[in-house]
């Protein structure tokens, strides 16, 4: 079956530092990957996303993945965190029969000053 | 502002009730989803329609129906309902539900069943 594993529940990390959030994904084929980021009250926010190609993606807020098959990993990245970084990320595998998305269970990020 | 609306932001209602929670994609989006976010299964996929067809189908309660009008607007149906369903909902949104096609959330429903 298809799942998604984000190990770290929370991670906390100190303003200016770099961050690194673990997604493992268990897929049958090709995957498309995305990292999404939900701040407080809000809905979700696309990050960035891999469909195919080079295999270092870039995405908004200065963040980027790279997708590595023989790891089936997805890591989310960024060099210098802050503090309006703090919120929840998901990464998410698909397409299953139509377009879902299967989510991990979300790594909560705090920054410290 | 990802131009999905949901409404409204906040419910409280008792066991046994029914709600409907409403939807807008962003204009010009033909696809709708609906997701459930709760402390203990997370984030899951319920449903999803195209041009008021439905189209997938996920861990969605016999309980729950949804349907999507001709306007492209959508609501979801929660009946009968049980402690165990209070959770965040979410609809998104995208062009056409292609594979390939990013999704775009809404604010999301709070529901708590009292």
């Known amino acids: 079956a298809q799942s998604v594993t984000q190990p770290d529940i929370h991670i906390t990390v100190s303003e200016g530092a770099s961050l690194e959030l673990r997604c493992n994904y268990s897929?049958?084929?090709?995957?498309?990957l995305f990292w999404y980021v939900q701040s407080p009250g809000q809905g979700l926010q696309l990050l960035l996303k891999?469909?195919?190609?080079?295999?270092l993606v870039q995405g908004i807020k200065g963040f980027e993945a790279e997708f590595k098959r023989s790891q089936s990993s997805f890591n989310l990245r960024k060099p210098s965190v802050h503090w309006s970084d703090a919120a929840e990320y998901f990464c998410?595998?698909?397409?299953?029969?139509?377009?879902?998305?299967?989510f991990g269970a979300g790594t909560i990020l705090r920054v410290k000053s | 502002d990802s131009g999905v609306t949901q409404t409204p932001k906040h419910l409280i209602t008792a066991t046994g009730q029914r709600v409907t929670l409403r939807c807008s994609p962003r204009s010009g989006d033909l696809s709708v989803y609906w997701y459930q976010q709760s402390l203990d299964q997370g984030l899951q996929f319920l449903i999803q329609?195209?041009?008021?067809?439905?189209?997938a189908k996920g861990n969605i309660l016999e309980r729950f129906s949804a349907q999507q009008f001709p306007d492209l607007h959508s609501e979801l149906n929660l009946s009968s309902l049980e402690l165990g369903d209070s959770a965040l909902y979410f609809c998104?949104?995208?062009?056409?539900?292609?594979?390939?096609?990013?999704?775009?959330f809404g604010p999301g429903t709070r529901l708590l069943v009292l």
């Open positions: 998104a949104s995208s062009v056409a539900g292609g594979a390939l096609e990013t999704q775009y």
């Open positions: 998410a595998v698909g397409p299953l029969n139509g377009n879902k998305l299967v």
């Open positions: 891999y469909f195919s190609g080079d295999t």
């Open positions: 329609y195209y041009n008021g067809e439905e189209r």
């Open positions: 897929y049958g084929a090709t995957p498309y």
